[in-house]
C-alpha cells in the first residue's frame, strides 16, 4: 500500500500496545523524526512505564514537536493516541504551526497483540487492558476525520503493514522547482485592456479565439506570468480578463493565486449569501451576459485556486494581500484567511477602510514576498516585500514586476473607471523599513554568504553602546571598513615588517599581481555622497559623525561637486568611497597629545639633563661610559620618536588644511564594485583629485608581478624611499579587486599592510629597533588579527552585495552591526 504523506506534516500513530507502531516508525522515518511518549516518559519520570507522568511527558513531547514543526520538520508522534483528548492535543499542535495532521492506524487482531505484549519484559499489565485499547480503536476509526485529520491511513492486518510504503508529496502551495523568469502582475480589477498592454510591453504575444477576444499569451523567452490576484470587479471586463487568464493558466504559462474579490465571487456564484458591493454587481452584471459554460468554468477556476505559492527555491512567495514568513508553504484556514485578507487591527481610518496591520515593517524572511490587495501610488520595497497595487482601477497604473532581475514595468490606466473611497495619489510619508534593536541584541548567529559568524552577546552590547549613542543613522550606515592585517614579521635585519613578507603572503594565497598603494596616515573616513544631497554622510572607522555638522556638510558639498560627472558616467544617483582624511592630527589631536607627546616631551625633558649630569660626573673621573652611551642611544629613540609622530601632525583651521584621499569607489545606486580591478578605483579616485587638488590627494601606487623579482625590488625601493620621506608604509592588495578568493573559494586578505620601520616606533615604542626587542616582537601572534580581519571585510562584502541587490535596510545592518561588534573582540591593538 503507499500512503501518502505531506512533505511538512504532523503523523500520529494510532494503535494498541503490540500493534507494532515503533517498529513502523523505525522502518519508514528517522530516529530524529519520531517522537515516542515511552522516550519522553523516560525522561521525566526515569520509567517509560510510569502512567503517572504521561501528562508531564506529552508535555514536553507537544513542545518539542511545536519547535520540529516551526523549523519546517515532519514529524512522528509513536503513541497509542486511542483517546480523543490525546489525538486533540496532536492536532492542536499541527494548527498552530499550520501544517496538516495526519493519521496512520495500525489495525492488527487483538490477539496478536496480547501476544507480543506478552513477549515483552517491560509489559505488565493484563489482557483486559489490550481488549480495552481494542475497543477503543474501533471507537477511534469513526472518529478521526471529524477531530481534524487530514489524511487518515488504516492498515488493517500484518501483510498490510508489512507492505506499506511510505510516498511524500508536496502541497499545492509548493512550487519551489518553478524557477521562471517570471512576470508578475498586480490587482487587475477588470481591466483587461490594461492587461493586454502590460502584457505586450513585457514581450507577452497574446492568443485571440474567433471572436478576437484574448484566450491565451505565450513569452517568446519563456517567461511564466504570475498574477497576484483580484482580477474581478469594478472593471469595464472582468470575464474577459478572466478568459485571459484562465486560458494562460490552462495553458501552463501562467499560475494565479485568489483574491479577496475572487473569493467573493465565487461564494456568489455558489448561492452564499453575500453583500453585493465593492464593484461585485458589475462583474456579475457583466457576467451575465457570457454563457453558463463559462461561469460554470470560472467557478471551478477560482474554487481551484491555492492561497499562496513558493517559488524559485523558496527565493519568492506570491500572495495576494502579502504573507508573513511563518505561513510561508504552510496550509491552514489561518494561512489562507492571511494570503487573501492580511491582517487588521480591528480599527477604521477616517474613510472608514479597516486599518491594517503593518507586517511588512517587522518581515525578516530570506523570501522575496510579492502581494497587491491595498493600492498604493507607487510600488516600493519594504523589508524584502513589495505590493503591485497600483490602483489601475482608480485611474493609477497596472504593473508587474520582472523576475529575478526586480524590475518594475507600468502601463497607466486609460480612465479612471471607480472611485476610490480613499483617494490614491496622496503625499505619503516614507514606509518605515522596520529596524528592530531584536534584530542585534543577544547572541547571533549570522550566514552572510562568504561565512558564518557567531557575534557574542557582549559584543553585541558594546556595539549597540556606540551605535545607540554615537553613529550615524543606521539606514544611512550601510558599510565599515574592516580591520587590516599587517604582514607575516619580516626576518630582514633591522626590520619588524618588510614587503619581501607582504609579497610572500599574497604569492601564497595565490595571488600573482597586486597593487602597492601609499599608505596614508590619517583617519579612515567613509564617505556617501549622492546627486540630491539627501542622506550623504561622512563616518570613522566605527561608524561616528566625522567632525559634526558645521564641518561636515561643507566638506561633503565639496566632495558631491568633485563626483558629479561620475554620477552620470556610472548611471547611479549616488557613491559610496572609502578614503583616508588627512592629517592625522585633524582627527586625532587629543590622542596624539595625550598618548604620544606626553612621552616624547618627558623623554626630552628628562634624558639631556642626565646626560648633562654624567658629563659632569664623567670629569671628575668616574666611569659613567657605559650608562652614557645607554641614555644617548635612549635619547636617540627619544628623538626618533617624537619625529615619527610630528610628521603627521599638521595645522587645520576648520576645513585648511583638511584633504582627502580616495582609493575605492565602494557601491552605487543597485551595483557594488566590488569586483572591479584596482587600476578602475584608483582611476577614479584620480578624478576626484583632478576635480579639486585642493580637498583631494592622490594614492600614489605600484603594480607588481609577483612572478618578477625585478618588480619585487623595484616596489620595495620604492617602499623605501616613502617611508624615508616620513611616509606611514604601504598596503599591498591583490589587483583584481576586493572580492578576491583562492582555489578554494575562500576569501584572501584584501590588503596587508607593511609600515615603516620609523612609523612603527610609534606603535611599539622608542625603543623596539633593539635586536633583543625585534627578535620578541618577531614572535607576534598575527592569526587572530588576521582572523578578524577576513571576517570583518567578508561581513562588509556581504553588505555590499544585499545593499546592491535592494535587500531591507535591516539585513544590510545587521552585517555593518556585526563588523562593529568584532571590533571589541580582544586584539593586541599594536598590530
Given at each position: 500500500?503507499?500512503?501518502?504523506?505531506?512533505?511538512?506534516?504532523?503523523?500520529?500513530?494510532?494503535?494498541?500496545?503490540?500493534?507494532?507502531?515503533?517498529?513502523?516508525?523505525?522502518?519508514?522515518w528517522?530516529?530524529?523524526?519520531?517522537?515516542?511518549?515511552?522516550?519522553?516518559?523516560?525522561?521525566v519520570?526515569?520509567?517509560?512505564?510510569?502512567?503517572?507522568?504521561?501528562?508531564?511527558?506529552?508535555?514536553?513531547?507537544?513542545?518539542?514537536?511545536?519547535?520540529?514543526?516551526?523549523?519546517g520538520?515532519?514529524?512522528?508522534?509513536?503513541?497509542?493516541?486511542?483517546?480523543?483528548?490525546?489525538?486533540?492535543?496532536?492536532?492542536?499542535?499541527?494548527?498552530?504551526?499550520?501544517?496538516?495532521?495526519?493519521?496512520?492506524?495500525?489495525?492488527?487482531?487483538?490477539?496478536?497483540?496480547?501476544?507480543?505484549?506478552?513477549?515483552?519484559?517491560?509489559?505488565?499489565?493484563?489482557?483486559?487492558?489490550?481488549?480495552?485499547?481494542?475497543?477503543?480503536?474501533?471507537?477511534?476509526?469513526?472518529?478521526?476525520?471529524?477531530?481534524?485529520?487530514?489524511?487518515?491511513?488504516?492498515?488493517?492486518?500484518?501483510?498490510?503493514?508489512?507492505?506499506?510504503?511510505?510516498?511524500?508529496?508536496?502541497?499545492?502551495?509548493?512550487?519551489?522547482?518553478?524557477?521562471?523568469?517570471?512576470d508578475?502582475?498586480?490587482?487587475?480589477?477588470?481591466?483587461?485592456?490594461?492587461?493586454?498592454?502590460?502584457?505586450?510591453?513585457?514581450?507577452?504575444?497574446?492568443t485571440?479565439?474567433?471572436?478576437?477576444?484574448?484566450?491565451?499569451?505565450?513569452?517568446?523567452?519563456?517567461?511564466?506570468?504570475?498574477?497576484?490576484?483580484?482580477?474581478?470587479?469594478?472593471?469595464?471586463d472582468?470575464?474577459?480578463?478572466?478568459?485571459?487568464?484562465?486560458?494562460?493558466?490552462?495553458?501552463?504559462?501562467?499560475?494565479?493565486?485568489?483574491?479577496?474579490?475572487?473569493?467573493?465571487?465565487?461564494?456568489?456564484?455558489?448561492?452564499?449569501?453575500?453583500?453585493?458591493?465593492?464593484?461585485?454587481?458589475?462583474?456579475?452584471?457583466?457576467?451575465?451576459?457570457?454563457?453558463?459554460?463559462?461561469?460554470?468554468?470560472?467557478?471551478?477556476?477560482?474554487?481551484g485556486?491555492?492561497?499562496?505559492?513558493?517559488?524559485?527555491?523558496?527565493?519568492?512567495?506570491?500572495?495576494?494581500?502579502?504573507?508573513?514568513?511563518?505561513?510561508?508553504?504552510?496550509?491552514?484556514?489561518?494561512?489562507?484567511?492571511?494570503?487573501?485578507?492580511?491582517?487588521?487591527?480591528?480599527?477604521?481610518?477616517?474613510?472608514g477602510?479597516?486599518?491594517?496591520?503593518?507586517?511588512?515593517r517587522?518581515?525578516?524572511?530570506?523570501?522575496?514576498?510579492?502581494y497587491?490587495?491595498?493600492?498604493?501610488?507607487?510600488?516600493?520595497?519594504?523589508?524584502?516585500?513589495?505590493?503591485?497595487?497600483?490602483?489601475?482601477?482608480?485611474?493609477?497604473?497596472?504593473?508587474?514586476?520582472?523576475?529575478?532581475?526586480?524590475?518594475?514595468?507600468?502601463?497607466?490606466?486609460?480612465?479612471?473607471?471607480?472611485?476610490?473611497?480613499?483617494?490614491?495619489?496622496?503625499?505619503?510619508?516614507?514606509?518605515?523599513?522596520?529596524?528592530?534593536?531584536?534584530?542585534?541584541?543577544?547572541?547571533?548567529?549570522?550566514?552572510?554568504?562568504?561565512?558564518?559568524?557567531?557575534?557574542?552577546?557582549?559584543?553585541?552590547?558594546?556595539?549597540?553602546?556606540?551605535?545607540?549613542?554615537?553613529?550615524?543613522?543606521?539606514?544611512?550606515?550601510?558599510?565599515?571598513?574592516?580591520?587590516?592585517?599587517?604582514?607575516?614579521?619580516?626576518?630582514?635585519?633591522?626590520?619588524?615588517?618588510?614587503?619581501?613578507?607582504?609579497?610572500?603572503?599574497?604569492?601564497?594565497?595565490?595571488v600573482?599581481?597586486?597593487?602597492?598603494?601609499?599608505?596614508?596616515?590619517?583617519?579612515?573616513a567613509?564617505?556617501?555622497?549622492?546627486?540630491?544631497g539627501?542622506?550623504?554622510?561622512?563616518?570613522?572607522?566605527?561608524?561616528?559623525?566625522?567632525?559634526?555638522?558645521?564641518?561636515?556638510?561643507?566638506?561633503?558639498?565639496?566632495?558631491?561637486?568633485?563626483?558629479?560627472?561620475?554620477?552620470?558616467?556610472?548611471?547611479?544617483?549616488?557613491l559610496?568611497?572609502?578614503?583616508?582624511?588627512?592629517?592625522?592630527?585633524?582627527?586625532?589631536?587629543?590622542?596624539?597629545?595625550?598618548?604620544?607627546?606626553?612621552?616624547?616631551?618627558?623623554?626630552?625633558?628628562?634624558?639631556?639633563?642626565?646626560?648633562?649630569?654624567?658629563?659632569q660626573?664623567?670629569?671628575?673621573?668616574?666611569?659613567?661610559?657605559?650608562?652614557?652611551?645607554?641614555?644617548?642611544l635612549?635619547?636617540?629613540?627619544?628623538?626618533?620618536?617624537?619625529?615619527?609622530?610630528?610628521?603627521?601632525?599638521?595645522?587645520?583651521?576648520?576645513?585648511?588644511?583638511?584633504?582627502?584621499?580616495?582609493?575605492?569607489?565602494?557601491?552605487?545606486?543597485?551595483?557594488?564594485?566590488?569586483?572591479?580591478?584596482?587600476?578602475?578605483?584608483?582611476?577614479?579616485?584620480?578624478?576626484?583629485v583632478?576635480?579639486?587638488?585642493?580637498?583631494?590627494?592622490p594614492?600614489?601606487?605600484?603594480?607588481?608581478?609577483?612572478?618578477d623579482?625585478?618588480?619585487?625590488?623595484?616596489?620595495?625601493?620604492?617602499?623605501?624611499?616613502?617611508?624615508?620621506?616620513?611616509?606611514?608604509?604601504?598596503?599591498?592588495?591583490?589587483?583584481?579587486?576586493?572580492?578576491?578568493?583562492?582555489?578554494?573559494?575562500?576569501?584572501?586578505?584584501?590588503?596587508?599592510?607593511?609600515?615603516?620601520?620609523?612609523?612603527?616606533?610609534?606603535?611599539?615604542?622608542?625603543?623596539?629597533?633593539?635586536?633583543?626587542?625585534?627578535?620578541?616582537?618577531?614572535?607576534?601572534?598575527?592569526?587572530?588579527?588576521?582572523?578578524?580581519?577576513?571576517?570583518?571585510?567578508?561581513?562588509?562584502?556581504?553588505?555590499?552585495?544585499?545593499?546592491?541587490?535592494?535587500?531591507?535596510?535591516?539585513?544590510v545592518?545587521?552585517?555593518?552591526?556585526?563588523?562593529?561588534?568584532?571590533?571589541?573582540?580582544?586584539?593586541?591593538?599594536?598590530?
Amino acid at each position: 500500500m503507499i500512503l501518502d504523506v505531506p512533505e511538512l506534516s504532523l503523523v500520529a500513530l494510532v494503535g494498541i500496545s503490540g500493534s507494532g507502531k515503533s517498529t513502523f516508525a523505525a522502518k519508514h522515518w528517522k530516529p530524529t523524526q519520531v517522537l515516542s511518549s515511552d522516550f519522553f516518559r523516560g525522561l521525566v519520570a526515569d520509567d517509560e512505564n510510569d502512567q503517572s507522568a504521561s501528562a508531564d511527558a506529552f508535555e514536553v513531547l507537544h513542545y518539542v514537536a511545536g519547535k520540529r514543526l516551526a523549523a519546517g520538520r515532519l514529524t512522528v508522534v509513536d503513541a497509542t493516541n486511542l483517546q480523543t483528548h490525546a489525538r486533540a492535543g496532536l492536532v492542536k499542535v499541527a494548527r498552530e504551526h499550520d501544517v496538516l495532521p495526519v493519521a496512520i492506524v495500525l489495525d492488527v487482531p487483538e490477539s496478536l497483540a496480547w501476544e507480543r505484549t506478552q513477549a515483552r519484559e517491560d509489559r505488565v499489565f493484563g489482557r483486559q487492558v489490550v481488549s480495552r485499547m481494542h475497543r477503543d480503536l474501533r471507537r477511534s476509526l469513526g472518529q478521526l476525520a471529524r477531530e481534524g485529520f487530514r489524511k487518515i491511513h488504516v492498515l488493517r492486518g500484518v501483510d498490510e503493514i508489512a507492505a506499506a510504503e511510505i510516498r511524500y508529496e508536496k502541497l499545492f502551495n509548493d512550487l519551489k522547482t518553478e524557477h521562471g523568469p517570471f512576470d508578475i502582475v498586480g490587482d487587475v480589477h477588470g481591466c483587461r485592456a490594461e492587461l493586454e498592454a502590460l502584457l505586450g510591453k513585457l514581450g507577452w504575444q497574446l492568443t485571440r479565439d474567433d471572436h478576437g477576444r484574448p484566450v491565451d499569451a505565450v513569452h517568446p523567452e519563456g517567461r511564466k506570468a504570475v498574477f497576484v490576484g483580484d482580477l474581478v470587479d469594478r472593471g469595464p471586463d472582468s470575464p474577459g480578463v478572466l478568459r485571459l487568464v484562465m486560458g494562460m493558466v490552462a495553458s501552463g504559462h501562467a499560475i494565479c493565486v485568489p483574491g479577496n474579490h475572487e473569493q467573493k465571487l465565487a461564494r456568489k456564484l455558489n448561492g452564499r449569501n453575500v453583500q453585493l458591493t465593492h464593484g461585485l454587481p458589475e462583474t456579475l452584471e457583466q457576467l451575465a451576459a457570457e454563457p453558463d459554460e463559462f461561469v460554470t468554468e470560472v467557478r471551478a477556476f477560482i474554487d481551484g485556486l491555492v492561497s499562496h505559492y513558493v517559488l524559485d527555491d523558496g527565493k519568492l512567495v506570491v500572495a495576494h494581500a502579502g504573507l508573513k514568513e511563518a505561513y510561508h508553504g504552510r496550509a491552514s484556514g489561518r494561512v489562507r484567511s492571511f494570503a487573501l485578507y492580511g491582517e487588521t487591527t480591528g480599527e477604521t481610518d477616517e474613510y472608514g477602510l479597516p486599518v491594517r496591520y503593518p507586517w511588512a515593517r517587522e518581515y525578516r524572511g530570506s523570501a522575496a514576498v510579492v502581494y497587491g490587495h491595498v493600492p498604493t501610488p507607487a510600488p516600493e520595497w519594504i523589508n524584502n516585500t513589495i505590493c503591485l497595487d497600483t490602483g489601475c482601477v482608480f485611474g493609477g497604473a497596472l504593473t508587474a514586476l520582472r523576475w529575478p532581475s526586480r524590475e518594475l514595468v507600468a502601463v497607466p490606466a486609460a480612465q479612471e473607471y471607480y472611485a476610490p473611497v480613499r483617494p490614491l495619489f496622496t503625499a505619503t510619508a516614507k514606509p518605515d523599513q522596520g529596524l528592530d534593536i531584536a534584530d542585534v541584541t543577544g547572541r547571533r548567529h549570522i550566514e552572510y554568504g562568504y561565512g558564518r559568524t557567531t557575534v557574542p552577546a557582549e559584543n553585541a552590547a558594546a556595539a549597540l553602546e556606540v551605535m545607540g549613542r554615537f553613529s550615524v543613522d543606521p539606514e544611512t550606515l550601510v558599510w565599515l571598513p574592516p580591520t587590516m592585517a599587517p604582514c607575516t614579521s619580516s626576518t630582514v635585519e633591522g626590520y619588524l615588517e618588510h614587503p619581501s613578507s607582504a609579497f610572500a603572503d599574497l604569492r601564497a594565497a595565490g595571488v600573482d599581481r597586486v597593487v602597492c598603494e601609499e599608505k596614508h596616515m590619517g583617519s579612515r573616513a567613509v564617505v556617501r555622497v549622492s546627486v540630491s544631497g539627501e542622506g550623504d554622510a561622512i563616518w570613522t572607522r566605527t561608524g561616528r559623525p566625522f567632525f559634526g555638522p558645521e564641518l561636515d556638510e561643507p566638506l561633503l558639498t565639496r566632495v558631491r561637486a568633485a563626483a558629479a560627472p561620475l554620477f552620470a558616467e556610472l548611471d547611479t544617483g549616488w557613491l559610496l568611497l572609502d578614503a583616508e582624511l588627512l592629517p592625522w592630527s585633524a582627527k586625532a589631536g587629543s590622542l596624539i597629545r595625550d598618548q604620544y607627546a606626553g612621552v616624547g616631551a618627558a623623554g626630552r625633558a628628562a634624558l639631556p639633563a642626565a646626560l648633562a649630569m654624567l658629563e659632569q660626573a664623567a670629569g671628575r673621573g668616574l666611569d659613567v661610559g657605559g650608562l652614557r652611551d645607554h641614555l644617548e642611544l635612549r635619547a636617540a629613540e627619544i628623538e626618533g620618536y617624537s619625529a615619527a609622530y610630528r610628521a603627521y601632525v599638521k595645522p587645520t583651521d576648520g576645513l585648511t588644511g583638511v584633504t582627502l584621499a580616495p582609493f575605492a569607489v565602494l557601491a552605487g545606486a543597485g551595483v557594488s564594485y566590488a569586483k572591479r580591478d584596482h587600476d578602475w578605483h584608483l582611476a577614479l579616485a584620480d578624478r576626484l583629485v583632478a576635480a579639486d587638488p585642493e580637498l583631494f590627494t592622490p594614492t600614489r601606487r605600484m603594480l607588481v608581478d609577483l612572478a618578477d623579482p625585478a618588480a619585487e625590488a623595484a616596489a620595495t625601493e620604492w617602499w623605501l624611499t616613502l617611508t624615508a620621506a616620513d611616509g606611514e608604509g604601504m598596503v599591498v592588495k591583490p589587483w583584481a579587486g576586493l572580492a578576491v578568493t583562492d582555489e578554494k573559494g575562500r576569501l584572501v586578505q584584501p590588503g596587508v599592510k607593511c609600515r615603516g620601520r620609523e612609523y612603527l616606533r610609534i606603535i611599539y615604542g622608542p625603543e623596539y629597533t633593539r635586536p633583543e626587542q625585534l627578535a620578541q616582537l618577531r614572535q607576534r601572534n598575527l592569526g587572530r588579527k588576521r582572523s578578524l580581519a577576513l571576517r570583518e571585510h567578508g561581513l562588509g562584502l556581504a553588505a555590499l552585495d544585499r545593499l546592491a541587490e535592494g535587500a531591507p535596510a535591516w539585513r544590510v545592518h545587521e552585517l555593518v552591526f556585526a563588523i562593529l561588534a568584532a571590533e571589541s573582540e580582544p586584539v593586541d591593538p599594536r598590530l
